[in-house]
């Protein structure tokens, strides 16, 4: 049972690069979250993905953006970077007719690095 | 703004003892309470869910929810060095897609 697996495993960017990062959920699963987790924090909701569509979007601004495609791969995007964007950012899955429980199983995560 | 707080720790507990670790949620209409696992470097691995008031057992582990209080906790029977790791609390209401995160407490279990 294949698990929630990213791409890539570690970035290093400049400032004001842009970023794709990409994550594909585990099998049987429909929904995408991404998280952003800076050192010593937990994760924070940045969005979630469902039906192709951004269904809920946390305190995060319109520079972060993402994709869900019919294969329910997803993909975040950082346009501009800024230092502050450094950290590890986290892709989980769940399944929608779950939603009463919501449990959400992560990936590895890809750590983002910005110069 | 809608918290969870845990206690950073480290919290230091003998192999062989039981760990204890608490959490505290501010939003009463919190309906599911999670438990996950982080070693350093790595991803959140989510070990517990609980979702009705009381006990959940599942192995070692045992969450405590009372939603009276908006109180949850662990509890780590025959705590092993493995159990070493920072253990995030997370809280998500019915039908809201997010999980807010507390910032996690660091547990350290001495050989």
């Known amino acids: 049972d294949a698990g929630v697996t990213q791409s890539p495993t570690h970035l290093i960017k400049t400032r004001g690069q842009q970023v794709t990062l990409r994550c594909s959920p585990k099998s049987g699963h429909d929904t995408v979250s991404w998280y952003q987790q800076a050192l010593g924090q937990g994760p924070q909701f940045i969005f979630q993905y469902y039906e192709e569509e951004e269904r809920q979007r946390g305190n995060f601004p319109d520079r972060f953006s993402g994709h869900q495609f019919p294969n329910y791969s997803s993909e975040l995007n950082v346009n501009a970077l800024l230092l502050g964007d450094s950290a590890l950012y986290l892709c989980?899955?769940?399944?929608?007719?779950?939603?009463?429980?919501?449990?959400?199983?992560f990936g590895p995560g890809t750590r983002l690095t910005v110069l | 703004q809608k918290e969870v707080e845990q206690n950073s720790g480290p919290l230091s507990v003998p192999e062989g003892a039981i760990a204890s670790l608490n959490c505290t949620y501010s939003?009463?209409?919190?309906?599911?309470f999670f438990w996950y696992r982080q070693y350093s470097g790595k991803s959140p691995e989510l070990i517990m869910s609980?979702?009705?008031?009381g006990d959940k057992e599942d192995g070692r582990f045992t969450a405590q929810l009372n939603k009276a209080s908006q109180y949850v906790s662990l509890l780590i029977r025959d705590s092993q060095p493995s159990d070493s790791a920072t253990y995030l609390c997370?809280?998500?209401?019915?039908?809201?897609?997010?999980?807010?995160f507390g910032k996690g407490t660091r547990l350290h279990i001495l050989p």
């Open positions: 609980i979702y009705s008031n």
């Open positions: 939003d009463r209409v919190s309906q599911s």
């Open positions: 997370a809280v998500n209401n019915s039908g809201d897609d997010k999980i807010i």
């Open positions: 989980a899955s769940s399944l929608d007719r779950d939603f009463l429980y919501n449990e959400q199983f």
